[in-house]
């Protein structure tokens, strides 16, 4: 059974920072791509980070580029998401989900339960 | 930047069929996927690739797509269908793209 377990979420004040984790089982970890995703409170998707299964290509929305950093260790089955100079609007709850894709598509095929952030003074 | 757009709201008949459509330029190279959320819940994706359902959809969701506009067709709408839908592409820079979100109503 696929699972993954997100972690790390907590109240950090603005300008802090926060590391959060994503622990998967249940499947290959080191052959698929994965994302982060956010949702603020009572918001929609927000999609804010893609790695590929080596952790060669990495991408970034623009909200989060050049604060947050992507990062995996397949080693240890986990992926990363290192977030320094929160905001305000990074309050959401951050999930992680695993990519399946193809030249045609990338669709993010099972999340974790997700770990809320909450960024305020 | 690239945008995904979605209704924000659609309501449909119990039993009746309904279409959430989402517009966007990636959607031109691009299929999208479809998402289904319920509250207090994590995303269940429902349509992926051209129009794949993974094990445990039920068959009365199917995906199809035309020019810029993805659309999500739900034939014979249950009150347990009753969620947000969201629609998701990558464009041709590689980022990914969330549609707003469609809030569906079973009457």
Known sequence: EVQLVESGGGLVQPGGSLRLSCAASGFTFSSY???WVRQAPGKGLEWVSYISSGGITI???DAVKGRFTISRDNAENSLYLQMNSLRAEDTA?????RVRSSRYYRASDYWGQGTLVTVSS | SSELTQDPTVSVALGQTVRITCQGDSLRSYYASWYQQKPGQAPVVVIYDKNNRPSGIPDRFSGSSSGSTASLTIT???ADD?????CNSR???GVSLFGGGTKLTVL
């Open chain 2, 76 to 78: 014979g709408a249950q």
């Open chain 1, 93 to 97: 709850i951050y999930y992680c989900a």
């Open chain 2, 91 to 93: 464009d041709s820079s």
């Open chain 2, 82 to 86: 009753e969620a947000d839908y969201y």
């Open chain 1, 59 to 61: 991408y970034y929305a």
């Open chain 1, 33 to 35: 791509e994965m994302n």
